[in-house]
Structure formats: C-alpha cells, structure tokens
C-alpha cells in the first residue's frame, strides 16, 4: 500500500519479527472479539491485509474442513497455506474482490495505513454476503507515552503520528471505527478497545521500539535529533520505565440482508 511506511520487502527478516510481537500482543484481543462473534465451522473468510498470517490461521482452525479461508496481502512471503486456507496476492486499493461472498471479512491494521481507506472499506463490505459480518481493527497512536512526563520520548512517539499522516495514513482512526462501519451500511454495530501499560522491555515496548527503529530515517528526516532517538530507546528496554501502548480498537457488525432505508446495500453514505 502506498501509504504503508513499514513495508515487508525492504527488509523482511525484521519486519517478519515485528509482525510476529504485533501477534502476540494484538492476537488475544482480537480472539475475544472473534470468540464474541461466533465464527462457526464451514463459514467462508476473507482476512485482509493478513499481514503475518495468525488470524489466518486461527479462522482456518475454526471453519474446519468444510470452511475456507482467503489471505490476501500485497506480500504474501509470511503466509502458510493449507487444504482451507489459501493466500494470494492483492492489492486491496485497486484488485476486485468476490462480492457478497463471505461469511465473515476481517481486517486488522490496514485502514491506518491507506488514504484510500474509504473506498477500502466499501470494497470490504461489499465481499460480505448478506447477513455475514465485518471485522475490523486497528490502532490509535497517540496513547503511546510514559508514566512520567519525558518530552524526548513525546517528541518521538508523536513523530510516527506525523510520519503516518505525511503518507496519508490515519495513526488515531481507531475510535473512528464504528462511526465508519455505521455509514457503510454496516448495522447492529459493536466495539471493543484494548490498551496496555507494561514496563520497559516488555512485549508491547519492544514492539513500539522496533516500530521506531523501522521508521528511523523518516523520524530523523523530521528533525528528532538521534539523541531523542536514542533516549526513546533506552526508555523502551528500561524496566524501571513505565509505559501506556497503543490502543486497539476492534468493530464489527453486520452487513444487511435487505437494501437499507436509501435503497443501497452496504455502500457509504447508503444507511
């Protein structure tokens, strides 16, 4: 994705274990929010964005042999395959997706990333079949900080922020979430957010470190000073620091079996 400022192939062994900490920090919460949904067995799923792949594979576990699974990603190098989970190559800006053709879509993490993330986002309702349900999540950026103030720290937190919106992205569109679901015709929406506070060293601060580390030149092209840079890590591998993360907001709810009160099933601005 053009606004996506952690791409896989520019160096895929680290950002592989960036994505597998997102994993394990992110994976919980939304399970919850899966196991509150119900994903049955023999449903049919589209993971979009699949990213590393776990989600995937949980689906593919729950839909059991009689279901299938679809991940799609713009580099699909991380992604396994099995009998019921397939993963192709697509980029959701631009690339027809199936429409009416899923039981569940879930999505975590791309709509942050794409200043095409309306359009994403009705592409993605529209591969819902009717009476099926929408998932997404992602995060809100700005709850990153110390316990304590450190405007050092602040300096470089906010800088992802800024990378973000210079690429078009949206680094605090997670409380959006549902307001965006609900204009997209999406109905019986629900939602839940998920924020950590962890000392340094930690899962959650080796995630935002090496999230740091990932974006270096473009926080230095800032003007952070390697200085800040540098004291922002420190903080992030100190377990004496105490740390807010980010928050996960996850949506979801259901695309309507019958044309809303505008005559449109599911489309913006159509309910």
């Known amino acids: 994705m053009s606004a996506y400022i952690l791409p896989q192939e520019s160096d895929r062994e680290r950002e592989r274990q960036r994505l597998a900490l997102n994993q394990s920090y992110l994976d919980a919460h939304t399970v919850r929010c899966l196991d509150a949904i119900g994903v049955a067995s023999g449903w049919r799923c589209l993971d979009a964005g699949a990213g590393g792949g776990s989600i995937s594979r949980l689906l593919a576990d729950r839909v059991g042999e009689d279901g299938s699974v679809l991940a799609l990603d713009l580099d699909i190098a991380l992604l396994d395959e099995r009998p019921n989970l397939k993963a192709r190559r697509h980029d959701l800006r631009t690339d027809p997706l199936p429409e009416s053709a899923f039981d569940l879509v879930h ?151 019958r044309p809303g009160p505008q005559g449109a099933d599911g489309g913006p601005g159509s309910a």
């Open 107 to 257: 999505t975590r993490l791309l709509l942050t990333h794409l200043p095409e993330r309306e359009e994403v986002l009705s592409r993605l309702v529209r591969a819902v079949r009717p009476g099926g349900t929408l998932v997404v999540g992602d995060f809100t950026y700005a709850t990153v900080r110390r316990n304590r103030p450190d405007a050092r720290f602040e300096r470089v937190a906010e800088a992802y922020g800024t990378v973000s919106r210079r690429a078009g992205g949206d680094p605090a569109i997670g409380p959006a979430l549902p307001g965006m679901l609900e204009r997209h015709g999406i109905t019986g929406v629900r939602a839940e957010a998920s924020r950590g506070y962890h000392p340094g060293g930690s899962l959650m601060a080796r995630l935002i470190g090496m999230t740091f580390e990932r974006i270096r030149e473009q926080i230095l092209a800032l003007g952070v000073g390697e200085a800040d840079l540098a004291h922002a890590q420190r903080v992030l591998r100190d377990p004496s620091a105490g740390l807010y993360g980010h928050e996960l907001w996850t949506s979801w709810g259901i695309r309507p079996a």
